[in-house]
């Protein structure tokens, strides 16, 4: 893609990542459980004393060691992705208001669910590369020659038993994100890949297919 949309970009991968993670915020601060990787983070935080956007950054950069190992080479957005996430999730957290009933809570998960679905279709179509934790996921694949499904589940499987070992948030929310997150991913990839075919985003907006290659 020409280096003049570089900053179209930068700007729709900036835009995406925010939306993304405001969305993750919105899982997370109902307290009824939240994603593996938060599960891990938020244990880690409190079991180092470490600020949580610290933390996210310092657990991105190790697992973009850990990816070159498996012959993920770190691109832009990949680091973009492990300097920004938890700044982002810090900021946006204080200023969230919660529901106190629990409908109330749990139709703010589901909100920040779809959310988040639609800001990591939003980012990956930047096309300038995937985050660190999806990057494991894809060089874990192919060093070990299973299917990309299972070996997600083994991850967050892994990763969320850890962090709730660590004293991180597990709980009935868990299971609903690891069941619906794919699909309001999936679902945010139709929108991005029909906005696609409007000016002026058909000049720097690629979506991700989803078909076989």
Do not use: E
Not at 43 to 71: D, E, F, H
Not at 127 to 139: A, F, N, Q
């Amino acid at each position: 893609m020409p280096y003049k949309q570089l900053p179209l970009r930068l700007l729709w991968y900036y835009l995406g990542l925010c939306i993304m993670t405001f969305g993750y915020a919105l899982v997370i601060l109902p307290g009824i459980g939240a994603g593996p990787w938060d599960i891990f983070h938020f244990g880690a935080a409190g079991q180092t004393g470490l600020a949580l956007s610290l933390v996210i950054q310092l657990i991105g950069a190790c697992l973009i060691v850990l990816n070159y190992t498996l012959g993920i080479r770190p691109t832009l957005g990949m680091v973009l992705n492990m300097l920004s996430v938890g700044p982002i999730l810090q900021q946006l957290m204080p200023l969230i208001p919660v529901p106190a009933s629990l409908p109330g809570r749990w139709g703010m998960m589901a909100a920040g669910v779809l959310v988040a679905g639609l800001g990591t279709a939003m980012y990956v179509s930047a096309d300038l590369g995937s985050g660190p934790r999806d990057g494991l996921m894809i060089g874990l694949t192919r060093k070990l020659g299973i299917p990309i499904g299972f070996v997600k589940n083994g991850i967050d499987v892994a990763v969320a038993a850890v962090g709730w070992w660590m004293g991180g948030p597990l709980g009935l929310g868990t299971v609903a994100v690891a069941l619906c997150m794919g699909p309001s991913v999936q679902l945010g990839m139709t929108a991005v890949r029909r906005l696609a075919t409007y000016a002026p985003f058909d000049g720097f907006v690629r979506p991700v297919s989803l078909k076989r290659s």
